[in-house]
């Protein structure tokens, strides 16, 4: 049997720091003795063997480079630029992560107004692992289509309600984990395409007011632009926050589906004086928020404090968090029913979330994912009578019409989108947001990296992308043969047994069955409740 060539790296690197010795000393002589321009490379020479002298006999922190000297380097660099060699010469289109390279490439076209459309039938798989739409003999005429609207704070009869005429949001992204550019080009595309934008937990929304965007102020657990000396609510400072006109709600943040249980966190890298300023933390550490709010040590500590922000402010008032368990989500919901207090809206945001920076553990193992999540809260919200007291908003990995419609059909009657937005503005997902080193200028403060981002430009991509997922979700309801995404209901999804939302449904006591039995509906009666519940639950789908 043949052997297979291989190469002895010891020998191989003996013989490098030995050449390295000897080159300088020949180009000296060939400089010396031919021709002065040989002394270019003698000068090219000693430098090498400056830098092998020190990689092997100077610094400690790498074996690689004391063992194999220079050689070894090309192991780092080899290392550096893997990922764009995956990403653009050996991935397919459907294996990276967290997007792969169709489902980036269709928020791109959207963005620039191409068309979207493919031929020759689908790349992903038709098998029993995927949540399919249902369609209908009798899809529904797009003239008898429902206009979209939903007003937030009607149902506690705040001053200032708000009516959503859109079903798309910017979620939350904060300044300081993006640059001021793309702050301000999401806004401005965001008022073009007449949707709100969340600001994230950052703190005074400098940026986002230098446009005209309707903006969802974030109230983080630091509590950043809003917060005393002690880390607690600054009331006044809230009330000046909400005074600005173009503040039209406020989101209280308990937790993210990128690292929940875990607070906020902001690199130092990436904090610039004016950060520091607007959230009031130090330069040269990281910030890091705190993983609760102070105020809230208990489910009736927190609810009272909900309570407290809405008879603060004059506008709608909802929560952000992610579900780690039913049982303490229902208990919740209970609590909320004792003091006759529920928020304007429930932001569901599951697992697979996150733009900003977070611990691999967070990332990989914490956190429920969204469909799940969000259905066991619309059937926690119903079965407690309640879901008429509140709208529930969606987010994590919804950048396309067809997720967005597994979450409408859930019950969402909203959703959130952030990583879409930033595909929207270029993202070429190089998974630099925490260092400060984003190649297209979105996540970071370096103005070099920035001035490649042009603000008008990125704006009209952001409406363009607004418009034609709203195109293609409208498309999509029509074919179910309901009027509006609202109308749909877990009827209209094909869940198969082997999809990990009716695995992971089923291993819960609480939801068992409900996947057939009660549609996700947005209000039910208290006679159709009990109809449902003494049906007994049909087979999977």
């Not at 493919?118 to 899809?139: C, N, Q, V």
């Not at 008898?144 to 309600?161: A, F, H, K, N, Q």
């Not at 945001?349 to 809260?377: I, K, N, Q, S």
């Not at 919200?381 to 709208?391: A, D, F, I, P």
């Amino acid at each position: 049997m043949p052997q297979t060539l291989q190469i002895d790296l010891h020998r191989l690197a003996r013989f490098a720091n030995a050449a390295l010795l000897v080159l300088p000393l020949a180009f000296f002589a060939a400089g010396y003795f031919i021709s002065f321009y040989w002394h270019f490379l003698t000068v090219a020479a000693l430098f090498l063997l400056i830098v092998n002298f020190f990689y092997r006999h100077v610094q400690t922190q790498h074996s690689i480079l004391r063992n194999f000297g220079i050689l070894g380097q090309a192991r780092y660099l080899i290392e550096s630029i893997g990922p764009e060699f995956r990403q653009y010469l050996y991935a397919n289109d459907r294996e990276e992560r967290p997007f792969n390279r169709l489902e980036r490439t269709n928020v791109y076209r959207k963005a620039k107004d191409l068309e979207s459309t493919a031929s020759f039938g689908s790349l992903l798989d038709y098998d029993a692992t995927e949540i399919k739409i249902r369609h209908s003999l009798f899809p529904s005429r797009r003239e008898d289509s429902r206009p979209y609207r939903l007003t937030l704070g009607e149902e506690r009869g705040v001053g200032e309600p708000y009516t959503l005429r859109r079903p798309i949001l910017i979620s939350g992204m904060s300044y300081g984990a993006l640059g001021d550019r793309a702050v301000r080009a999401l806004a401005r595309g965001a008022h073009a395409a007449g949707i709100p934008m969340n600001t994230g937990e950052g703190g005074y929304p400098k940026y986002h007011l230098q446009e005209a965007a309707d903006l969802i102020f974030q109230m983080g657990t630091a509590k950043f632009g809003v917060r005393d000396a002690e880390g607690r609510l600054d009331p006044d400072a809230l009330r000046r926050v909400v005074d600005l006109p173009q503040v039209k709600m406020v989101e209280i943040k308990f937790s993210q589906g990128a690292k929940p249980g875990k607070g906020g966190m902001l690199p130092k890298e990436k904090i610039t004086p004016e950060i520091a300023e607007i959230r009031g933390v130090p330069l040269g550490r990281d910030a890091i928020s705190p993983p609760f709010h102070a105020e809230c040590t208990d489910l009736p500590s927190t609810v009272a404090f909900l309570r407290r922000i809405q008879d603060m402010v004059p506008v709608p008032v909802g929560m952000k968090m992610a579900v780690g368990s039913f049982d303490e989500l229902r208990a919740l919901v209970g609590e909320m029913k004792a003091q006759d207090t529920f928020p304007d809206w429930i932001s569901v945001d599951g697992g697979e979330g996150g733009t900003g920076a977070a611990p691999h553990a967070f990332l990989d193992r914490m956190g429920m994912p969204l469909f799940p999540a969000l259905h066991g809260l619309v059937q926690i919200l119903l079965h407690e009578g309640v879901r008429e007291r509140t709208k529930v908003f969606a987010a994590g990995k919804l950048v396309d019409a067809g997720r967005m419609i597994v979450a409408f059909s859930l019950g969402a009657d909203a959703v959130y989108t952030a990583r879409g937005f930033m595909l929207a503005l270029g993202c070429i997902q190089a998974r630099e947001c925490g260092n400060n080193t984003c190649p297209i200028g979105i996540t970071t403060q370096d103005p070099r990296l920035q001035a490649g981002l042009d603000v008008e430009t990125k704006a009209h991509r952001v409406e363009n992308y607004v418009r034609n997922t709203l195109r293609e979700l409208a498309e999509l309801t029509v074919a179910t043969g309901k009027p509006c995404p609202t109308e749909l209901t877990v009827d209209d999804l094909f869940i198969p047994t082997g999809a990990n939302l009716w695995r992971m449904v089923s291993e819960e006591p609480f939801l068992r069955g409900t996947l057939q039995s009660a549609p996700a509906g947005r209000t039910e009666t208290a006679a159709a409740r009990q109809a449902d519940e003494a049906a007994a639950p049909v087979g999977p789908s």
